[in-house]
């Protein structure tokens, strides 16, 4: 044979042998997944021996527990509360009924625990790992009453503590109707876990997919009811801490002490073996702390998942959790619940000292050490890794503040700086990268009331904390609430945000009522009192404080209601503008967002939301958990803005448009003032417009009424929606109903009922069209229901109105159905101008306006320029916009970018215009003004200045007190805005957030007013 013949016999053989090879790896791999699917055991071939890699880890972090240990810093107990924590709640509970009933509570608790017969702790925290409930779906009212993967509504008692009754439907489970059938075994650590297969499932035993499984955000989810009452179960062992070591605290009786120390040590010897598991229901057969270090390290036969089509991006070598989202731990799948390690920690702080009647301490060295090890270190070991490692404060996304929280509870209690410094440094990382220079986190209202729930405790674990020597630089920081400005900012803008309701707006994946959490409110009231004084009451909305306010707040504080009374503001970095009138729940506000993009961020550009008189006028519907329906919440189509060519707008992260170029929002102008307010905005958020801006006025009445002049310009697409959608008249209301003034259209169907359906028909899109060409104007379109009123006058062009009905579900409730209005336009390559005018009604339909119109301009004004003559029960208005000439309209001379000329029912006269260099009336305002201050400036962030290059214009002038406008410039990533408070003829001075330290090109509009 010659030599090439042999190397080819060669290659060949190599190949067979290697192909041969893959075969034998990929029926290796598929005995494993069907093995484990099916409720198998030990794989084939597996060994049930830790391997010498879970051995060693295991003994280097023992290992570590000891060095930390043996270096810890002498701590006097309790560390967590000051020296007045106890005398301040003695004086709370004498005086006010709140405190008292607190403090009953938690006694009236404590003795019923103390009362229990012996073995009812161990049946409590069982060594069986606890599982969880989110993504779950009730098997009896799916489809009816609830929605697949709504999570399980749990309705239970630990009197009884082995069942629970859906809060859906009230079914109760387990039941012999819907049986656990279905084993998981982790047959190396020991653990089988038992689920309930649907009837889809059942009828198909040889398909083991996960394709006919219940799906939570499109993973296969089995449902474990034994699993989620083992979870009720812990969390309640760990909530009771509480009521024991309070109250052995406020009394002194050693039970409460005693059984708190059983607690715990029960706790520490069933945690350390509980398995490590993520949130798509897939365990680790393995030790579990080495799971949490090797997420994507496993070996595929220590995997365990009843869906096989979660092994599809493993290999027969390797296997992975879902761990980047944090969605594992042994207690809970998310973050594995370190946010409750500060109930742990502190129960063990308050009763660490205690002596028995006899006089003898409670707690051994021995049973002190199993805590400290296999409870307090184990559990924070195990978030490590997720933090960026050992002594790492990598993390900032808005799960970490509970992990560095827990650092702090942990290191606090036992002494540990080196653990107090990760934990501050992950504070000032989340500080300084994970929110803006406003104050907000860089995602949304709701996310930056979840990242200060836990972010903003960390300070306050760690005051007064004795830093030794080696963490001199600590010492120097000193106290963070005096020297820390962006602390302060972050609670300050947390209230700013709210409406007078003391609600946040449902803008950025924020939840329909969502409110700050007690503790940001509690801890305000302490550490910031010039912010939060007199207003607890109305910011809690009758939410019960924490054990926070019992020991450090005034028993008076929380019974306080002042009106909630935040500014009109626009913050620079979220990019959102809030206009506002009056104060309290019946307060108007007026948002507008064009963020940026980023997680958790509004997906649409210059939507509206608009809250008058205790009712949402134009609805955003918020964010509503992780559910189907989001796919609607964050499309284009479900919002109050312009949709082009049926499309969604540019966003990176959208369901069905991806784009690798980022929108560009600009803010264009704002100002604000007692009569009227306004902002305009642009975004290049579709590729075929070449504009596409906002400009939206609150026009301010008395009584804290209003209405909203709005002025939408669009240029480039074939079809453009302007679309309207109010929260009155929805299917949940009473009377609901969509009417009209000036167009008659087609008469309503019955609104549908989906229930808990999640077919995209009853979850996205518009149907049931109602459709009229080429509409009279004006015309009004008024949503009614017992509740209240609104009314839209159409004053601009359309070639049709059409009127729909569409999902409008704000809750986890199903089935919600909203009525939704567009004005079209369709051609090509158009250009329009969409306006009108959105007035509250009130409950009674009191309405505003009389009489509303589009005023032909002068052909000098220029191709974009607007007046509206609007009658009101207040007087008359007319609203000028972009006149690029001076011309003269219903006696009005008019130059510039925006202006409001006013007769009121008095007879009285005013105006008021934003960049502009004429607006005048008879004697009334001025002419031949300089419209605007345009120059480049250097800054000086220390004191909130601007230095222009230039001196300001000869004729300027500042707004009269309670008028405010606001400075434009880019931040070095957008162009924004800053309020201006003054100016001289070299500075411009800004309010309430810090400049950037690069100003560049700004541009200051002249805000005149004049009224006689």
């Known amino acids: 044979m010659g030599r090439f013949s042999i190397v080819v016999a060669c290659v060949i053989l190599l190949i067979a042998q290697s192909v041969h090879a893959v075969d034998a790896n990929v029926d290796r791999r598929e005995q494993i997944i069907q093995t484990i699917v099916r409720g198998g055991g030990l794989a084939p071939g597996q060994d049930r021996k830790l391997t010498t890699a879970e051995i060693e880890f295991r003994r280097q972090m023992e290992k570590r527990k000891d060095a930390l240990l043996a270096n810890r810093l002498a701590i006097q107990h309790p560390a967590m509360l000051d020296s007045r924590a106890k005398e301040i709640a003695l004086k709370n509970i004498a005086q006010a009924d709140w405190a008292r009933r607190m403090a009953d509570g938690w006694k009236r608790q404590a003795d019923e625990l103390v009362a229990q017969p012996k073995g009812w702790v161990d049946s409590m925290i069982p060594e069986q790992t606890p599982w969880y409930s989110f993504g779950m779906t009730c098997p009896n009212c799916v489809g009816k009453k609830s929605p697949e993967g709504a999570g399980l509504r749990m309705k239970w008692d630990w009197r009884h503590p082995d069942s629970y009754t859906c809060g859906y439907c009230g079914e109760k489970f387990p039941s012999e109707k819907y049986p656990e059938t279905q084993a998981l075994v982790c047959p190396r650590m020991g653990q089988t876990f038992m689920f309930y297969m649907n009837d889809k499932e059942r009828a198909n035993p040889d398909d083991r997919s996960g394709k006919l499984a219940y799906h939570w955000v499109g993973s296969p989810m089995h449902v474990s009811f034994t699993g989620a009452i083992r979870g009720q179960k812990v969390m309640f062992m760990i909530g009771a801490l509480d009521s ?37 229901c897939t365990v680790a057969d393995c030790d579990p702390l080495y799971a949490a270090w090797h997420p994507k390290e496993l070996k595929l036969e220590w995997k365990r998942q009843l869906a096989a089509d979660d092994f599809k991006n493993d290999t027969a070598e390797k296997a992975a959790l879902m761990q980047e989202y944090w969605g594992c731990g042994r207690l809970y799948p998310d973050c594995d619940n370190t946010g409750v390690l500060f109930n742990v920690a502190q129960a063990y702080d308050l009763t660490l000292d205690a002596k028995d009647k006899d006089g003898n301490p409670v707690w051994s060295e021995a049973q002190k050490r199993a805590v400290e090890r296999d409870l307090l270190l184990e559990w924070i070991f195990g978030a490590e890794y997720y933090a960026g490692g050992i002594d790492q404060a990598k993390l900032t996304n808005n799960k970490a503040p509970r992990i560095y929280h827990a650092m702090a509870c942990v290191a606090r209690v036992i002494g540990i700086p080196s653990m107090a410094d990760t934990a501050l440094r992950g504070y000032e990382a989340i500080r300084d990268q994970s929110f803006g220079y406003d104050g907000l986190s860089h995602e949304s209202p709701s996310y930056t009331n979840q990242y200060l729930y836990q972010l903003i405790r960390i300070p306050e674990r760690l005051y007064d904390f004795e830093w030794p020597e080696k963490f001199a630089e600590r010492r120097k920081t000193g106290n963070l609430y005096e020297n820390d400005s962006r602390l302060r900012l972050m609670y300050q803008s947390s209230l700013w945000e709210l409406q007078g309701n003391a609600t946040e707006p449902p803008l950025s994946d924020t939840h329909v009522g969502a409110t700050l959490s007690p503790i940001v409110v509690e801890q305000g009231a302490r550490r910031f009192p010039e912010l939060f004084e007199g207003c607890m009451g109305t910011l809690l909305r009758g939410a019960p404080v924490s054990s926070y306010s019992l020991f450090n707040v005034d028993a008076r504080e929380p019974a306080r209601k002042e009106p909630l009374d935040p500014p009109e503001i626009y913050f620079p970095d979220w990019m959102t503008a809030m206009l506002r009138h009056g104060q309290g729940d019946a307060a108007a506000t007026l948002a507008m967002s064009f963020s940026r993009e980023g997680t958790h961020r509004q997906h649409d550009n210059l939507a509206l939301f608009y809250a008058d008189g205790g009712n949402t006028i134009l609805a955003d519907q918020g964010y509503v958990t992780d559910a189907p329906i989001n796919r609607w919440l964050q499309s284009t189509k479900s919002h109050n803005l312009v949709i082009v060519d049926d499309s969604e707008q540019r966003f990176h992260w959208i369901w069905d448009s991806y784009s690798e170029t980022p929108r560009n929002p600009r803010l264009e102008m704002m100002f604000t003032g007692p009569k009227v307010s306004a902002v305009e905005a642009s975004s290049e958020v579709y590729d075929q417009c070449k504009e596409y801006r906002r400009l939206v006025a609150m026009i301010k009445g008395p009584g804290m009424r209003t209405f909203a002049v709005d002025i939408f310009r669009v240029r480039g697409g074939k079809k453009q929606a302007y679309q309207i959608v109010s929260e009155l008249a929805a299917s949940d209301s009473k009377n609901g109903r969509l009417e009209f003034a000036g167009v008659t259209m087609p008469e309503e169907k019955p609104l549908p009922d989906f229930g808990a359906s999640i077919a995209r028909e009853a979850m ?24 209240g009123a609104y009314r839209f006058w159409n004053l601009g062009d359309a070639d049709f109105v059409a009127a729909y009905n569409g999902p409008g579900q704000e809750t986890p409730a199903p089935g919600r159905r909203s009525r939704f209005l567009n004005v079209i336009r369709e051609g090509s390559d158009l250009t329009s101008t969409f306006f009108g005018l959105h007035e509250p009604g009130g409950k009674n339909a009191d309405w505003i306006i009389r009489k509303a119109q589009r005023l032909k301009t002068p052909k000098a004004a220029g191709p974009n320029a607007i007046a509206l003559l609007i009658d009101t029960a207040w007087g008359q208005y007319l609203v000028l916009n972009e006149f690029a000439n001076e011309a003269k309209i219903k006696g009005v001379s008019f130059h510039g970018k925006f202006g409001v000329w006013c007769k009121d029912a008095g007879g009285k006269e005013w105006v008021v215009a934003c960049g502009a260099s004429t607006c005048q009336a008879g004697k009334l305002g001025f002419s031949g003004k300089a419209p605007a201050w345009i120059d480049e400036a250097t800054t000086n962030t220390s004191v909130k200045e601007l230095k222009p290059s230039h001196a300001r214009p000869a004729d300027w002038q500042d707004a009269p007190a309670g008028w405010q406008g606001y400075v434009l410039l880019n931040d070095g990533k957008s162009d924004t805005g800053f309020p201006v408070t003054r100016t001289d003829a070299e500075n411009i001075r800004v309010e309430k957030f810090p400049l950037p330290k690069k100003a560049g090109t700004f541009k200051l509009m002249a805000l005149r007013v004049d009224e006689k």
């Open 244 to 280: 024991l070591a309070y109250t052995y605290y406020l009394t002194g009786d050693p039970k409460y002490a005693e059984l708190t120390r059983d607690i715990l040590l029960r706790l520490a010897h069933s945690y350390r073996n509980w398995l490590y598991y993520d949130c798509r």
């Open 764 to 787: 996205f899109g518009l149907r049931d069209e109602r459709k009229v060409k080429s509409p009279a104007k004006p015309w009004q379109a008024t949503w009614r229901d017992d509740s």
